[in-house]
Every structure is written in structure tokens, then in C-alpha cells.
């Protein structure tokens, strides 16, 4: 679809309308005088430092500028490093303005009181920032913007890294084989894991703004001990570059995971040999030649598109990278659709009401309990997470039903119709689900109309639970908070047992059954289902692992059965621990675990391939689809 767009666009206005303009800070620079500051947009992957220090040399100013880091306690620095830098002639860059907004005002005044007359003609303010409501609006409208987005594309990125090299550094270090191939090594994984980024959820958990400084030190400590030991050190600029470099900037301890078993492939003995090979394919390898030229040679005639074989991920990722993609914009586009109808369509308000209703009809006021839990023969355990789960639901219902029957009087003029109001009736003609349900609702992806069904499966789920007993096969979706339930399984069995709960944990056993055909769950643990596989799919012959079919994004998987042990060990070979995630987006609000609030447990899987490899295809469960 976006491909399609551009091409329409290239069609109707031009090329000039898709390609972005080359970077020119020289003529940024022509254009900007003493009471004009430069303003570098930051976007993630890019650093506009270097490009700075480096034209600063080129003007022969490479002596007379000066920068500094905006944050808590930096503005009167900042605000005297201008004065004198006016006085002087000299320039000046505060960088990360956005983390400075209290002190905007000031900077606004002192860019609104530059006199040019009575300041240096040879002085200059820079300025970095992300996009940020705080930036005073007077500043962008004198100053001159620029923006310089990270390259995009395996062949782009290193070709830009290796641009940055001379032959003389190229040929700086004794070990000059063992150097150049790691250096190579080290350029690779930099582009891997900036591009990686592309993929949504299946690349990272959450995108991290990795950018070539990462690089630069990097490449300054391989160096360095290249030229300290006798041996390369491998485990020492592994954990360099893996906790500290760009492991320092890993939040989720699953992407700290992904980025080590990424490192082990381009930052390893391996990658000495001639024709290593970073991909299956062959096309992304290592070469032999001692010459820069030859290296960059070799990058000229990589493919422009990345292949995501190259990433170690499947072929279907570049399906959900684009289908993400499209949806993202389509969901702009729909905000921007107009509010009011015409001829003899039906009218907004009218359309809003039959949404209303419908809601109304399908989803129950509130969940009764009066009388009911007393009679299910569940342990006390399993008891507390149906009451949990029951008065969640029922604070949802709660805020559903008074928030339609508010704007139902609203939309026949009956009460005033408040922003909050508005807001609602918005979601609702949009078949988004309105942000005051969603505050406090289970997370979820899904458009509203499949969000109502899922809800209402879900209250269903719950009130069989409740009316019947417990099923023989639990729906692990269907719970408001899935921890609770797991906890609740394990102080039952640790209960029964008589034995601390801190000593026991899952095995995991698929079984290749339909739900229906189980009546009766297992003595200990419990059975579910509700699960879908996304990286990869079930082999019901091989039972284990294996490779998803071609344009299959989800696959469903069959029931595990959840089965406590104490003191269980875990097995060293032969399983994949792979995450289970509430919904796609897999990040959430990182808790005291160092994992997302999206995760709810890791699942061993049976695998007759490495688990890097599953690692890298990006595999995980996922109790809730978004549609």
C-alpha cells in the first residue's frame, strides 16, 4: 500500500515530493545569521554532533565553539556560554533542548533580544531537540530547520560508516586482518540493529535510538585492545558492546536477549574466516580484501532492499513490517475524515446512537456474584483470582454503560456535551476504542467492534466460571490480569502439597487435542488455550517448533498443559523459552521484574534448532490479535 502511494505520488506531483533533500549543513549555514540560531530535528538513530564538530573544522572554527547537554540545573550555564560566545564571536550548540523545558522561556528571550548590531558577527547558536510542544514557537519560526534521518537500509548504513574512514585509519592497527574484520563485524551489527527497528515488535520490544556515537566507541575500544593483548579479547568487547554500549541503552531484559544472541554473530572468532557468511543466502558475507576501496566496493553491490533473512527473521516479517505500517497511517487518515454528512446519508449523530444501542444490547451491565462464589468447589486460591478478575471486569462494565447512557442524553440535547463526551462519540464513529475505557480496560489492539465481541467472549468466559465451575481447558486471554491466575495455579498445587510456593514452578507439555475433546483438566496444573505462535508455527508431526508458512503471520496454538514441580530444574538443550505477550506491541510500563507489563510467563518449546535462532525469527505467543 505504501509503495503503491508513493507511486501515485510520483505520478501526480513528482519525485521531489518522496525523496528527501540531501543534508547541506553548508547551506543551512549560508542562510543563518547572528539572530537566525540553526536547528538540528533530532530523529532516533541520528546524531547531529559529529556532523557539527566536523563542519565547525572545515569553517576553522574547530577551536572556537562550544556545547553542552541541556537538563535539570544546565540553563544558567548555558544562558552565560551565550553571552560570551556573542561577545567573543564563537558558536555555541545546546543540545536536547526537550529536556529543558522549564528553562524555553529563557532561551525564547535571549533569542528575541539578539541585537546584530551589537553582537559578533562570526557568532552562532545550534540547537538540537526532538519534537517537543514546549519548543518555544517564536525560535522555529526564525530559525533555520534541518533534520538528518539515519540512513535506512543494510547497504545505506554501512556505506555511510565506511565513507567516514581513510585509508590511514583503515591500516592503523598491527593486527590488521583480526582489525579489519571486526571493524567490518562491528559496522554490520550497528546497521542490524538500527534496521531491525523497521520490523515493529518483531525486531525490538521497544525501539531504542541507537546512533553512531554507539559505533564510534565501540570502534575506539576494539582498537585499543587490539593493541593492549596478544590475544583478541572476545568476551571482554563482547560485554562492552553488549552491556554497555548498546546493551547500556536495553530496557527489556528479552531485548538485551535478542541484542546478545545478534552480537555472537558478527563479534565472534568466526568472523575472521575468508567468505563468512552473515546471512543463508551468502549474499551478506565477509570479505578478504586489506583495502577500504575493496570494502566499500563490496557494499556498493549490496541490494538496496534488505531481505529479512539478513536480520535472521522470516520472510512474512516484511508483511507485518508494511501492514503496520499502512495501518498507522490509515488510522491518521481517519482522524482527518470529516465530522459532518451530506445528502441522504445517514447523519453522524444518527450513526453514533445505532452504535450505542448495539453496545448496550450486547454487553451485560455488570457481573453478578451474589450467592455464587460460595458455592463452586475451587480451592481458595482459584476463588480469589475469579473474584479479582470479576471485579475488574465489573469496573469496565461500569464505565461502559454510564459513559453510552451519558452520551445518549447528550446527543438528544438532554445534557451538555463535554470534551470528554466528544471524545467518546469520536472513538466510537471511528470504531476506535475511546481512551476512557481504555483506562480501565484490559490492553488491546483490536478496532472497537471486534473489541465488543472479544469483551463480550470474555464476560461469557467468566460467568460459565462462575455459574458452571472451573472449565477443563482455561482461556488465558480471557483473563483481565493472566499473572494472578498463573500465581493462583501455583498456590493450589504448593498448597495441596504442603510445600513452600517459592519452590515451585512450570513444566510445559503440548498437548495435540482439540479443547472440546477434553472434559476434565489435569489432578494438578491446568490446561490452556487461547494462545497464537507468531515467528514461527506448531509441528504437530515433528511435535515442536518449525517454520511458519509464507503469507501465515499467526498460527494457533494447541493446549499446554501448565504442570507445577517443585524445585524443578530446567532443561539445558533442546527447548526455546519463548515470551508470552498480552497483545502484539508486546512493550508495556517496564516493572521491578526488568520485564514489560505486557509479559506474562515464558513457555518451553521443544526445538531441534538453536534458540538463537527463534531469538532472532523474533518468536513469541500472543494471548490477543488486533483484529
Known amino acids: 500500500m505504501i509503495a503503491a502511494i508513493q507511486a501515485f505520488i510520483t505520478e501526480t506531483l513528482g519525485p521531489e515530493f518522496i525523496d528527501p533533500p540531501a543534508f ?70 545546546l543540545q536536547n533542548c526537550h529536556l529543558a523545558e522549564s528553562w524555553m522561556s529563557t532561551l525564547e528571550k535571549i533569542v528575541d533580544s539578539i541585537l546584530p548590531e551589537k553582537v559578533h558577527r562570526d557568532f552562532r547558536l545550534w540547537l538540537t531537540s526532538m519534537p517537543s510542544e514546549k519548543f518555544p514557537v517564536s525560535v522555529l519560526q526564525v530559525g533555520i530547520k534541518m533534520t538528518n534521518e539515519p540512513p535506512k537500509g543494510i547497504k545505506a548504513n554501512l556505506m ?16 590488521s ?73 536495553v530496557t527489556d531484559d528479552l531485548d538485551r536477549r535478542t541484542l546478545k544472541s545478534i552480537l555472537m554473530d558478527y563479534y565472534s572468532p568466526s568472523i575472521l574466516a575468508n567468505e563468512y557468511k552473515f546471512s543463508g ?20 553491490q549490496l541490494p538496496i532492499n534488505d531481505h529479512p533473512e539478513v536480520f535472521g527473521l522470516h ?36 450513526q453514533i446512537s445505532e452504535v450505542v444501542n448495539d453496545i448496550l444490547k450486547k454487553i451485560v451491565p455488570f457481573i453478578d456474584v451474589k450467592g455464587k462464589l460460595g458455592e463452586n468447589s475451587f480451592s481458595d486460591s482459584m476463588t480469589t483470582v475469579l473474584t479479582q478478575e470479576i471485579v ?40 476506535q476504542i475511546p481512551d476512557l475505557w481504555m483506562q480501565k480496560s484490559y490492553p488491546s489492539l483490536k478496532p472497537l467492534s471486534a473489541w465488543v465481541t472479544d469483551l463480550k467472549l470474555r464476560l461469557d468466559f467468566i460467568t460459565s466460571w462462575l455459574n458452571v465451575g472451573g472449565p477443563a481447558v482455561y482461556w488465558i486471554s480471557g483473563f483481565f490480569f493472566p499473572q494472578a491466575f ?71 496454538m494447541p493446549i499446554v498443559w501448565l504442570k507445577p514441580i517443585a524445585n524443578r530444574k530446567k532443561p539445558s538443550r533442546g527447548f526455546y523459552d519463548a515470551p508470552v505477550y ?4 508486546r512493550a508495556g510500563t517496564l516493572s521491578t521484574t526488568g520485564h514489560s507489563t505486557n509479559y506474562v510467563l515464558s513457555i518451553e518449546l521443544p526445538t531441534d534448532e538453536e534458540p538463537s535462532h527463534w531469538i532472532k525469527r523474533g518468536c513469541a505467543l500472543i494471548c490477543s490479535l488486533n483484529y
Open 24 to 93: 547541506d549543513l553548508a547551506g543551512s549555514f549560508r542562510d543563518s545569521s547572528v539572530s537566525t540560531p540553526l536547528i538540528f530535528i533530532l530523529s532516533p538513530g541520528a546524531d547531529p554532533a559529529n556532523d557539527f564538530l566536523r563542519f565547525a573544522e572545515e569553517m576553522k572554527f574547530g577551536r572556537k565553539n562550544e556545547f553542552i547537554s541541556l537538563g535539570q540545573g544546565q540553563g544558567p550555564k548555558a544562558e552565560k556560554m551565550i553571552t560570551e560566545a556573542m561577545e567573543r564571536g564563537t558558536w555555541v550548540l
Open 160 to 175: 555511510r560508516t565506511y565513507k567516514s574512514f581513510d585509508d590511514a585509519f583503515f591500516q592503523i592497527s598491527q593486527k
Open 177 to 249: 586482518d583480526e582489525w579489519r574484520k571486526l571493524l567490518f563485524g562491528l559496522a554490520f551489527f550497528h546497521a542490524i540493529v538500527q534496521e531491525r527497528r523497521k520490523f515493529g515488535a518483531l525486531g525490538w520490544n521497544i525501539p531504542y535510538e541507537y546512533n553512531s556515537s554507539d559505533l564510534m566507541i565501540s570502534i575506539r575500544q576494539l582498537k585499543m585492545f587490539l593493541e593492549e593483548y596478544q590475544q583478541v579479547p572476545y568476551k571482554l568487547l563482547q560485554f562492552l558492546v553488549g552491556e554497555i554500549n548498546y546493551g547500556g541503552r
Open 281 to 300: 543466502s551468502g549474499i551478506y558475507h565477509q570479505i578478504s580484501d586489506e583495502s577500504l576501496k575493496a570494502y566499500l566496493k563490496y557494499i556498493r
Open 315 to 350: 520472510e512474512n516479517a516484511d508483511m507485518s513490517s508494511a501492514e503496520q505500517e499502512t495501518f498507522n497511517m490509515f488510522d491518521t487518515i481517519v482522524t482527518l475524515q470529516p465530522r459532518v454528512s451530506s445528502g441522504k446519508a445517514q447523519s453522524r449523530d444518527m
Open 392 to 431: 475488574r471486569y465489573n469496573r469496565l462494565l461500569l464505565v461502559i454503560n454510564s459513559t453510552l447512557k451519558e452520551l445518549l442524553k447528550a446527543l438528544r440535547g438532554l445534557v451538555v456535551m463535554s470534551f470528554d463526551l466528544e471524545k467518546l462519540a469520536n472513538s466510537l464513529f471511528n470504531n
Open 486 to 556: 498463573l500465581t493462583g495455579v501455583l498456590q493450589t498445587f504448593a498448597r495441596k502439597n504442603r510445600i513452600p510456593v517459592d519452590t515451585v514452578s512450570f513444566d510445559f507439555q503440548v498437548i495435540d487435542s482439540d479443547p472440546d475433546q477434553i472434559e476434565e483438566g489435569p489432578e494438578d496444573g491446568v490446561y490452556i488455550r487461547g494462545l497464537f505462535l507468531e515467528g514461527a508455527k506448531w509441528d504437530p508431526i515433528k511435535h515442536q517448533l518449525g517454520e511458519c508458512k509464507l503469507k501465515e503471520l499467526f498460527s494457533e
Open 582 to 585: 498480552k497483545t502484539l506491541t
